[in-house]
């Protein structure tokens, strides 16, 4: 993939080259990464073996155990620890 333009999101290919004057916001996952002078890049880039493939996503969500791990581990138990007794399951709204 050449990138010439602007590009805001996520790129993954094999061969990725920002030309003179490129523009990407985002996240690049890639075999091959070439920057021209006078491009810009911000973000995170990854070499990866296969590029193209999706990551795979866990239905559960994150585990008890990531989520300890996690830098919001602190704000969640707090969240958890006043949660109150007074909302409706099914709707998830206070009840009157």
């Not at 030309?19 to 006078?38: K, W």
């Not at 880039?45 to 296969?50: D, G, H, K, P, W």
């Not at 493939?53 to 155990?65: C, F, H, N, R, Y």
């Amino acid at each position: 993939m050449t990138v010439c333009g602007r590009v805001k999101g996520t790129i993954r290919a094999v061969r990725v080259k920002l030309q003179d004057g490129g523009t990407v916001e985002g996240d690049i996952f890639h075999r091959s990464l070439s920057i021209d002078e006078n491009s810009v890049f911000e973000g995170s880039s990854r070499r990866v073996e296969n590029p193209t493939d999706l990551p795979a996503v866990d239905a559960k969500g994150p585990q008890e155990e990531d989520m300890r791990s996690s830098a919001l581990a602190p704000y969640l138990q707090r969240a958890e620890a006043s949660a109150s007794t007074d909302w409706s399951e099914s709707t998830a709204e206070p009840k009157h």
